[in-house]
């Protein structure tokens, strides 16, 4: 829906842009607003190209999937959302999402994957930032050590290492075909139900600093 062109890209089957607001209202308001086909993005849609469904007010709640590692004010507050769905008049659905566990996993062997194949070509010669060394190879190092911070470096290097001969079949490879199965999952609980509801963090927001 939001074109991703001007983006420096992580992982491209997992980047998408949104808007951060106060109110769902207000994201809703930034997002009609940057919506659109865009040619300089070739994944882009129109609005008039958006799946069209009809709706039947039902929501699903996979309760497994709070069963640990949620905080306890967190689950406090996520009921009162759901009772206050249940007051307007929404029918709440227990769902079963048995792969979304392994979602985690498969996130950390697929993430990295691609941004280490994204991030190459920020090599200080053809895009950004350039930073020169008594060699090319000091060129790529002072550049890709300054202009990455550490977490990027990280990132890059297990990409790196799971798209490596040896071990692509073994962990990417996997990964990909676990995540077709956990779409797949997931798709055929939203034909009984309109939307899966979660807690957007297991934990309450982080102090700024």
């Known amino acids: 829906a939001v074109s991703r062109s001007g983006l420096m890209a992580m992982g491209s089957s997992l980047d998408q842009i949104g808007s951060i607001a106060k109110t769902a209202e207000d994201a809703e308001l930034v997002f009609n607003t940057i919506r659109g086909k865009d040619t300089l993005d070739s994944t882009s849609i129109a609005p008039d190209m958006y799946p069209q469904r009809a709706y039947t007010k039902k929501i699903g709640v996979p309760r497994h999937l709070l069963k640990e590692g949620i905080d306890a004010d967190v689950l406090v507050r996520f009921e009162e959302s759901l009772k206050k769905l249940q007051s307007a008049g929404y029918e709440l659905v227990d769902i079963e999402l048995p792969s979304a566990s392994l979602a985690l996993a ?56 799971v798209l490596s001969a040896g071990y692509y079949d073994a962990y990417y490879g996997k990964a990909i075909a676990a995540r077709a199965a956990l779409t797949a999952e997931t798709a055929s609980v939203l034909k009984t139900v309109d939307a899966i509801v979660t807690p957007t963090a297991p934990f309450p927001a982080f102090k700024i600093g």
Do not use: C, H, W
């Not at 895009?127 to 990027?152: I, Q």
């Open 106 to 161: 498969l996130y950390y062997i697929i993430m990295p994957a691609e941004a280490s194949a994204n991030l190459a070509r920020f090599d200080g010669v053809r895009y950004g930032l350039s930073l020169k060394g008594s060699s090319l190879a000091e060129d790529y190092a002072k550049t890709r050590g300054e202009g990455f911070g550490p977490e990027v470096r990280r990132r890059i290097m297990l990409g790196t290492y």
